[in-house]
């Protein structure tokens, strides 16, 4: 698509910034120059270019957002942080299934913008958790996790959390029950006794696995072909990245069951 609005605020960063500048309201030309940190000679031809296509207005030495301005600026943010989460490292989310993630959370990916991966383990530890994931939910006072693959050393790790005091849930799929259940039954009945400690099956098909605490979020999508990915995992540790991994937990939550006994 050939857009001449597109193309006149985003192939330009000088014009980009000025108009996600003045969403905070109005701006003198010395604010803008401060702020932006550019001189009047490169900054002046792009409030020119602006103010032509009704995105910024003048009065005096001040400039401020246009109705059709206000209209665009209010989108641009979103797209921006999607684009941001994309740009970071393109191959991973080409080749990853991000259809797995809820439809209400997926259009809210953006909030992921500032999201790092963790560091592939070696050959020696391939099949472990990641070092990086454990260390940081060792330092958590809180844990939501949601595990669609099934790990042995997890049912220990997680009565372990349980047991010192950290308010932790986790949720299931049926098959990971069923394991669990089979192999694993005096653990979970020791851990479904804690006050702080939650347990979750639910009966949809979950294709991702993620875990979210007070200082981390660490999510695990299945590659486009449905194989699981043991090898890299999302990691966000801004609050609106918590936040994000917080609802994603709430919404498989509202449609799963909670397990108080064995059955």
């Known amino acids: 698509m050939n857009s001449p609005l597109l193309e006149l605020i985003f192939l330009?960063?000088?014009r980009k910034d000025l108009l996600l500048f003045l969403k905070d309201g109005p701006k003198t030309i010395s604010e803008i120059k401060e702020n932006l940190n550019v001189g009047l000679v490169a900054i002046l031809p792009q409030l020119k270019k602006l103010r032509e296509n009704s995105l910024i207005s003048k009065t005096g030495d001040i400039y401020s957002l246009a109705p059709l301005g206000i209209a665009v600026v209010g989108k641009m943010k979103p797209m921006m942080d999607v684009l941001t989460v994309f740009g970071s490292k393109y191959e991973y989310w080409a080749n990853h299934a991000v259809e797995s993630i809820p439809d209400?959370?997926?259009?809210?990916?953006g909030e992921l913008a500032n999201c790092t991966f963790s560091e592939p383990p070696d050959r020696t530890r391939l099949f472990e958790p990641h070092k990086e994931f454990v260390e940081n939910l060792m330092k958590s006072k809180k844990i939501s996790g949601i595990a669609s693959v099934f790990h042995p050393l997890y049912p220990s790790l997680f009565l372990t959390f349980a047991k010192n005091?950290?308010?932790i849930s986790i949720l299931v799929t049926c098959p990971i029950y069923e394991r669990i259940k089979e192999e694993y039954g005096p653990e979970l009945s020791e851990f479904l006794k804690f006050e702080n400690a939650s347990f979750y099956v639910c009966s949809k098909k979950i294709e991702l696995a993620y875990a979210v605490t007070d200082r981390f979020l660490s999510l695990t999508l299945p590659f486009s072909d449905g194989t699981y990915d043991h090898i890299e995992d999302v990691l966000c540790f801004e609050p609106q990245a918590i936040r994000w991994g917080?609802?994603?937990?709430?919404?498989y939550r509202k449609i799963s069951d909670k397990l108080t006994e064995i059955h």
């Open 12 to 14: 330009s960063e000088k």
């Open 104 to 109: 209400p959370l997926r259009e809210r990916i």
């Open 165 to 167: 005091g950290v308010n």
């Open 246 to 251: 917080e609802d994603l937990f709430a919404y």
